[in-house]
């Protein structure tokens, strides 16, 4: 798929048992699993790979393309100090 090669795969995992499975959201085919030890770890693993990070963006935004915001998150900061 176009846009997996392009931006990337967008993967989204679950647990099954003790199986942790992850797979392609844009459904281009891509996916895997992996087996451990116990369903916790499993289930534990598969919340902790599934997180989307999109309250942070202004806090960890890359130097180059979110830089203006990075910059207007700290004077937000230094402001309210």
Same mark, same amino acid.
């Given at each position: /798929?176009l846009r997996c090669r392009l931006?990337?795969? $967008? /993967?989204? +995992?679950? #647990?099954? *048992?003790?199986? /942790?499975?992850?797979?392609? !959201?844009?459904?281009?085919?891509?996916?895997? #699993? =992996?087996?451990y030890p116990t369903p916790s $770890?499993?289930?534990?693993?598969?919340?902790? +790979?599934?997180? =989307?990070?999109?309250?942070?963006?202004?806090?960890? !935004?890359?130097?180059? *393309?979110? +830089?203006?915001?990075?910059?207007?998150?700290?004077?937000?900061?230094?402001?309210?100090?």
């Amino acid at each position: /798929m176009l846009r997996c090669r392009l931006l990337g795969h $967008d /993967m989204r +995992f679950s #647990a099954e *048992g003790t199986t /942790m499975r992850w797979r392609c !959201a844009r459904e281009c085919g891509a996916g895997g #699993a =992996k087996d451990y030890p116990t369903p916790s $770890d499993a289930q534990r693993y598969a919340r902790a +790979f599934d997180r =989307k990070d999109r309250e942070d963006l202004g806090r960890r !935004a890359p130097l180059v *393309g979110l +830089f203006p915001l990075r910059i207007l998150r700290a004077l937000r900061a230094r402001r309210t100090d």
